[in-house]
């Protein structure tokens, strides 16, 4: 499966939202809402003067500097939060040698998680990177804000199929940062590419991002790329349209092979509390969205 059809997101509704109830513990969607709270996680509400049994952990050093006495940060439930999909769409994605495209791949399991997102009643918002730039759209609830981020990622999609040029790399950047940046209040990001074209500047806004947000990062990989052929030389491949060339001696030892994204992905998961997973294209996407939902939901994923 080689493009990204809106057809086939609209039909990842039945199990998007299985996901949701099997998320939430319960058959129906309406008898969840106090195990969803458990899920979420505290939001900082104000501070009041310490009180003895209160938990020294819990201190506001800011405030107890400025008023020269000690008080004590008081937090709350949170009882909603904005979800963003951050799907890469761009020419490293369009690859793919069984089932599908990374970039289909991808797109489907931001389906099913929008669809899980819109059964738990949270706000939605969608951004897609393709080779001629970023764009997105701001969280918002309902089946409207779902079938908006679905006919983005479609159109997107087929965008990226017809621009023939090459982008340059890293291109997440602080456009991206500032997107997200302005949901304001803590969201849950969840980021599927390959990560094949983030440079470094690309990967200090991926830090900068999960420090103040919850990041989910999926890492798609088509099975060719972890054991290529045992070929010698470099190769050519042409999928009818634009050819590329690579050298199966080298590929796994590249920066930008899987193993070496994978470490550094784990490295920003361990700096901002995040969490990383891999996904073949030959893996259902509604396992891989199943495998996000419970690491997001996770008590220590901040």
């Known amino acids: 499966m080689a493009r990204v059809l809106l057809q086939d997101l609209l039909g990842l509704e039945g199990p998007g ?70 799907v890469d769409l761009r020419q490293t994605m369009h690859f793919g040698t069984r089932a599908a495209f990374k970039s289909v791949h991808a797109a489907h399991v931001a389906a099913l998680l929008a669809w899980s997102a819109m059964a738990a009643g949270d706000r939605i918002g969608c951004l897609a990177w393709t080779p001629n730039g970023i764009t997105a759209l701001p969280p918002r609830r309902g089946r409207p804000a779902l079938l908006a981020a679905l006919g983005l990622l479609a159109r997107a999609g087929l965008e990226a199929l017809a621009t023939p040029a090459p982008e340059s790399t890293g291109r997440i950047r602080a456009t991206a940062s500032a997107l997200l940046e302005s949901a304001g209040s803590r969201a849950q990001i969840y980021v599927l590419s390959d990560f094949v074209a983030f440079d470094e500047v690309a990967f200090t806004e991926l830090t900068a991002l999960g420090r103040r947000h919850r990041l989910a990062m999926l890492q798609v990989i088509d099975p060719f790329e972890e054991a290529p052929p045992a070929l ?14 690579f050298d199966a001696r080298t590929m796994s030892g590249r920066a930008d092979s ?15 509390g995040g969490h990383h997973c891999s996904a073949r294209t030959t893996e259902s996407p509604a396992a891989v969205a199943a495998r996000l939902l419970g690491a997001a939901g996770r008590p220590g994923n901040r």
């Open 232 to 245: 010698n030389g470099a190769w050519a491949i042409d999928d009818g349209g634009q050819p590329m060339r």
């Open 258 to 272: 899987p193993v070496r994204l994978g470490e550094r992905l784990a490295g920003v998961a361990a700096r901002t």
């Open 17 to 86: 939202v299985e996901l949701a109830q099997r998320r939430a513990g319960v058959r129906e969607l309406g008898e969840r809402r106090s195990q969803r709270l458990r899920a979420r996680g505290l939001t900082y509400a104000e501070s009041r003067p310490y009180q003895v049994g209160d938990d020294a952990r819990s201190i506001d050093w800011r405030v107890t500097a400025r008023s020269a006495r000690t008080h004590t940060k008081l937090f709350e439930e949170e009882r909603e939060q904005p979800v963003w999909l951050c």
